[in-house]
Nanobody
Framework: QVQLVESGGGLVQAGGSLRLSCAAS????????MGWFRQAPGKEREFVAL????????AYADSVKGRFTISRDRAKNTVYLQMNTLKPEDTAVYYC?????????????????WGQGTQVTVSS
């Protein structure tokens, strides 16, 4: 099993920044791609960004491209999501995910594991 624990969410004004972290533990050798999804109230969960664990290839949803950056620290088994120039429409619960396959195309992830989520609220 893999456990994913997110942190770093909170309340921020539009134009501000936040950095989310996701610490992975357990059978971390069993996943090859990690990613972030988000779910706003009344909406379906949507893909945000992914990164391959080995090569560090990244992909982003069009809505966050140029504002968000995903990265990983393999020594710490942690993936990050740096979110800049935040907008009110970025308000959502953000979920960390992991998959046992290599994915490199945006919106291609089919996660095997999910974190519990962390709330991000952007005020206008």
């Amino acid at each position: 099993q893999v456990q994913l624990v997110e942190s770093g969410g909170g309340l921020v004004q539009a134009g501000g920044s936040l950095r989310l972290s996701c610490a992975a533990s357990g059978r971390t050798f069993s996943f090859y791609t990690m990613g972030w999804f988000r779910q706003a109230p009344g909406k379906e969960r949507e893909f945000v960004a992914l990164i391959t664990w080995s090569g560090g290839t990244t992909a982003y949803a069009d809505s966050v491209k140029g504002r968000f950056t995903i990265s990983r620290d393999r020594a710490k088994n942690t993936v990050y999501l740096q979110m800049n120039t935040l907008k009110p429409e970025d308000t959502a619960v953000y979920y960390c995910s992991a998959e046992g396959r290599v994915r490199t195309n945006p919106n291609s992830m089919k996660p095997d594991y999910w974190g519990q989520g962390t709330q991000v609220t952007v005020s206008s």
